[in-house]
């Protein structure tokens, strides 16, 4: 029976192909049929024309100029394979058109958002305006003023207009000028053009475009102040003698205006043994000083101003080095605005590389070089670029080669080229610091036990010092860890805050503190040994047991502040101060939990309130900037 069945579908399949070839035969007659009397019809319209020659033979003819024969060819015989063709052509756009129909009337319509009785009224809908970034002032500014233009011819006029304000003596008024047209504030050029000051056109390539511009309010009036980072040091001096050069020969015009000199001559002076140029125009302190120093341009129309921005200067220094305190996580993989933003106003000490910042060797060197630009820019002093790339399971950087898990490190000769390897690999990246080995003594069960050596203290020492010797061949710094160690810890102890009783052995440290490891990280772990309430980052008991086993002179790091385990038990106030009244150098606070800008205005807070010691925070940032220029 089945057979029958398949049997009689052929046989109707091969009917119905004969039906469909059929029809296509009568279509194709039928289109044939067409054309003979389309060409009867234009056959007989040529021949009903008495007077005129038929289209092909008509002729153009231009006096002097041969005669050009310009035919309409007749309609052409179609062939058999050209009809074919034609249906075909014919049968699919219909089809095409049949479902275009087809899905216009079935398809789902979105419903407009507008009223129908406002739809034919409503005004068009305008695109919201992108915001001019303004970047953070060189010099704390209380009161900014943002004026819009949209030609610098308008500068002038606008400037005149916001020096009339009243501006409490002693205070500054930054001015922000907006170029509307242009989405984007007025650059150094021209804001000196918009006031008609000749300026070489070496300096505007000198000196960042983020500058602060700003009136000075003192007992004689008004004075002008322009603030600006050094970009490139290389032929400035130059640049400013000419500029001297220039005021000498034209004299000093601003919008228009000739300013003569009281003394006919550039002098130099002193103020903080920093030395700067004056000229006089008038006794009531009216002028130009300029300096360039510590990477800033200065120029001013006063002394009092001048001396007004140092102190500035100098006090916001101070307060800048505290961010080398820190070494904390950031967002994205390049180095956008934001983080721009971020390292100007807290200069960071070091930046700790994650998974979400890795992408590929070449993102990650350009991220790190442009990392060391923007600290060198903002703060003079280069960062720590930390890892943790240990091997194993904590590999942070994937794509490299060298990744032995520590468990798989036999010999003391394997560790030193383990380092080695590694630390060369880091090294071309753009890294400086990697936070590993781990020298905690585990036994297993313990929820280190895979990152460890997984040897006796004894081995684990000699491994450890082989390694990081491997890796100070490569010229990279290594923080060594966690002391005492998270030994006998089964539970994930960044979430739950462990607490052990007895000191663990720390033989294997001593032991690895031979090979001079830059820096030394403690754990996040509460030994009651030592204090019974604060894990021993916090603990100034745990910090001076430290440095008594290991020396004063290694710098001592704590691990990631940012985890649930002290979250969870401490104010945020408390995780910042501790560890620095403790004795700890530096911080890592990662942001994985909590921001990191939240972490830092908690710290800067409280010392600005007087509940962090400044001499233990001015020691400690003595410490790392003396660290680093010797060590990077």
Known sequence: MPEQKKEKLDFLKREEIKTMVKDLSSLRELEAQKQREKIASTKLKEDSLPHEKKPEQILKQTEGEPKKIFSIPKTPQTSSRSKKILVRGIIILLFVLFLGVIAWFFWPKEKSSIPESEQETSEPVVEEESEIRIPFSLIPIKKTKTPEISNVEEISAVLKEIMQEEIAEGEFLRVAIKNIEEERLVSFQELSAGLGIEVPEEMYEKIDQDYTLAFYSQAQGKRVVLLAKVKEQQGLIEALKGWETQILEKGIVISGKQYPFLVPSFKTSFYKDIDFRYLTVSKADLGLCYAYFNNYFLATSSFESFKKVIDEIEEQETNNQIGQLFIVGFEGKVVTPQLEEFFKKYKPGGVLLLSKNIESKAQLKKLNADLQTLSLRESGLPLFIAVDQEGGIISRIDFLEEKTAQSEIETPEQAFLVGQKRGQELKELGINLNLA????????????????????????????????????????????????????????????????????????????????????????????????????????????????????????????????????????????????????????????????????????????????????????????????????
């Open 437 to 632: 080995p781990a020298l905690d003594s585990v036994e297993t069960g313990d929820f280190l036990f895979e990152r460890s050596f997984q040897k006796p203290t004894e081995e684990i020492g000699e491994l450890g010092k082989s390694l990081v010797q491997g890796q100070k061949t490569a010229d990279i710094l290594t923080a060594i860890k966690h002391f005492p160690g998270y030994g006998t810890i089964s539970f994930h102890p960044e979430e739950i805050l462990a607490q052990v009783e007895q000191i663990p052995e720390i033989s294997q440290f001593k032991k690895t503190m031979e090979a001079d490891p830059e820096l030394v990280m403690t754990s996040n772990v509460i030994y009651k040994e030592i204090n019974a309430s604060l894990p021993l980052v916090f603990s100034l008991d745990g910090i001076q047991f430290l440095r008594n086993n290991l020396g004063i002179n290694v710098l001592i790091i704590s691990d990631d502040l940012d985890q649930n385990s002290l979250l969870n038990n401490f104010s945020l106030k408390e995780i910042v101060i501790k560890p620095i009244e403790a004795g700890v150098d530096i911080m890592i606070f990662s942001g994985w939990r909590s921001p990191v800008e939240r972490a830092l205005e908690t710290f800067l807070s409280a010392l600005e309130i007087g509940e962090i010691s400044e001499t233990g925070v001015n020691n400690a940032v003595s410490k790392i900037i003396n660290f680093k220029q010797n060590n990077l």
